[in-house]
C-alpha cells in the first residue's frame, strides 16, 4: 500500500461513505457547521505531541494518515457542536466501521473458496502472507492455513500504539468495528471471529476467518 494509493481510496470511496453516515447522524445544518469548523483544523497536525525519532517509519506513516481524519472528527465533534466522549463515539464508530468496511473490500479481493481448499499449506501460507502485508497498521504471525480456516494473531497494532499516545484510548476499538461491519455483511461468505482484541486489552487480536456453511 502506498500513500497515494490511501488518497485515492479517501477521493473515491471513503470519505463520500464517511460524509454519508455523518449526514445521517447529524443533519445537514449540524455537518455544515463541523466541515467549517475542520477547514482550519485540518490545518494543524494532531501528532504533533509524540516524541520521535527525526524519521517516522513508512507504516507508521501510512496509519497516521487514516488515524487523521479519526482525529480531526473527534476533535470537530467536540468543538464545532459540544458533543461529548460519549456521543462523539457512537458517531465515530459509526463513521469508521462504515469507511473501514470500504477499504477492506477495496483492499482485499475475494478468496474463492474452490481455489483455497486446492492450494497446499505452503500456499495458502504465502496467499495469506501476501494478504497481510497489505495490512501496515500491524505485526502479525499466522496461527493456521488449514482447509476451513486462516487464522493469525496480531501482536501490535499501531492504531492501539498510537491512540494511547495521543491520550485517546476510546478511538482504538474504533478500528476494530470495521472488521465486524465488512464479515457480519450477509453478501460476505467468509465469516470472522474473535474472543479478545488490543484495543479492548486483550493480549493480542485473534483473528480466525472461515467459510460460511
Excluded at 488518497?7 to 445521517?24: C, M, N, Q, S, Y
Aim: glycine share 8%; hydrophobic share 40%; proline share 5%.
Amino acid at each position: 500500500m502506498t500513500r497515494g494509493g490511501l488518497i485515492w481510496f479517501d477521493l473515491t470511496r471513503g470519505t463520500p461513505t464517511a460524509l454519508r453516515a455523518l449526514r445521517r447522524r447529524l443533519g445537514t445544518l449540524r455537518l455544515l457547521r463541523l466541515l467549517l469548523g475542520l477547514a482550519w483544523r485540518s490545518l494543524l497536525d494532531p501528532f504533533r505531541g509524540l516524541s520521535r525519532d527525526p524519521t517516522v517509519s513508512p507504516n507508521e506513516r501510512l496509519t497516521r494518515h487514516q488515524l487523521k481524519g479519526v482525529l480531526l472528527l473527534d476533535d470537530g465533534l467536540r468543538g464545532s457542536l459540544g458533543l461529548d466522549q460519549d456521543a462523539r463515539v457512537e458517531i465515530l464508530r459509526d463513521v469508521v466501521g462504515r469507511s473501514g468496511s470500504r477499504f477492506l473490500a477495496w483492499t482485499l479481493p475475494p478468496i474463492d473458496r474452490a481455489r483455497w481448499e486446492g492450494l497446499t499449506d505452503d500456499e495458502r501460507r504465502d496467499l495469506a502472507a501476501g494478504l497481510m502485508k497489505e495490512f501496515f497498521n500491524m505485526e502479525a504471525r499466522i496461527v493456521e492455513t488449514s482447509k476451513d480456516a486462516l487464522a493469525f494473531e496480531v501482536d501490535r497494532c499501531l492504531f492501539v500504539s498510537l491512540c494511547h499516545e495521543l491520550d485517546r484510548p476510546y478511538l482504538a476499538p474504533l478500528f476494530c468495528e470495521a472488521d465486524s461491519v465488512r464479515f457480519d455483511d450477509p453478501a460476505v461468505p467468509i465469516a470472522l471471529a474473535r474472543s479478545q482484541t488490543l484495543a479492548r486489552g486483550g493480549t493480542c487480536c485473534d483473528f480466525r476467518f472461515s467459510f460460511e456453511v
